[in-house]
């Protein structure tokens, strides 16, 4: 088992395929590094490992909700119950980022103590960077890093509902939506948009004094679901509610999941969903290295600080701005 010292692309593609989870980390890291050295010697690992990825029969649950709602105590409950059945669990969980020091606090592995114990469960978490859609720059590379290790279960917990948080919806084949009653005008203070992604809407902390509003809110989001386009073809998603401080409902959530695989499955919209996910990987890192290379390019270096001066000073129209990057963009 390879620990410390620089690492060899075959290190790396051996460390994961032999089941090293120091080696996992490590490849992740890789993959999250801003370094082009980095980054081109992560896509061969990625390149050399896809055979294996392919080979494992995964299910992916993007599982998102507001702050408060109780997504680490969730996933730790629902999570501690899939390794009870013997499946193998991958949770990247992913915390926002500072706009001021850019650093994440990274406490997930703290928040779910129990589930980090299990020997059939990883826990990654990583940090938005900044990221729009509530997920890290890297995610789609990291979860096909956990599949090429064998995990069978990825679960990516987001930062938080926002309006760019359906991100997510384009990297995962099932996505839960999670719900809190006692917040105000639940179902106003939800963006449609999102609970229209939703394959399943969960209400959680349904316990205690809380459970009868949390049926009642659970019977409202049935009657709102009717009004819907299911976003999955032969698919209509349900709502429901659990305790994971009690662990009721959890098995519930697992059993309309494995509904909902069997269904898209048999229907092919599994399959065909998964080709549309990797076209839209191929197309955002087109974006990515279009942008890196645009800024690297010495004719757009050179220029660009003082123009964005100019910009921040109010004395250079945005528009303008723009023509001007591009024009020594295209004479480079």
Partial sequence: MIRAGKLSIEDYVDGILGGDRALLARAITLIESNSPAHQEMAQEVLEKLQPQQARVDSVRVGITGPPGV??????????????????RVAVLAIDPSSSLSRGSILGDKTRMERLSQEPNCYIRPSPSGGTLGGVARK???????????????????TVGVGQSE????SMVDFFLLLLLTGAGDELQGIKKGIIELADALLVTKADGDNSIRAEAMRIDLLRLLHFLTPVTPGWHPQAMSCSAVQERGIDHVW???????????????????????????????????????FYRAPAVA????????????????????????????EAR
């Fill in 70 to 87: 109780g997504k680490s105590t969730f996933i730790e409950t629902f999570g501690c119950e899939l390794c009870k059945q013997g499946r």
């Fill in 139 to 157: 995610s789609r590379e990291t979860i096909a890093l956990c599949e090429a290790f064998g995990f069978d279960t990825i679960l990516v917990e």
């Fill in 255 to 293: 059993q309309n999941i494995q509904t909902y695989y069997e269904i898209t499955k048999e229907n092919g919209f599994f399959q065909e969903r998964r080709r549309r996910q990797s076209v839209e990987w191929l197309r955002s890192m087109v974006h990515e290295h279009l942008d890196e290379a």
């Fill in 302 to 329: 050179e220029v660009s600080k003082e123009i964005e001066r100019q910009v921040a000073d109010g004395t250079l129209p945005v528009r303008t701005a723009v023509k001007q990057l591009f024009s020594k963009w």
């Fill in 166 to 169: 359906t991100t997510v919806r």
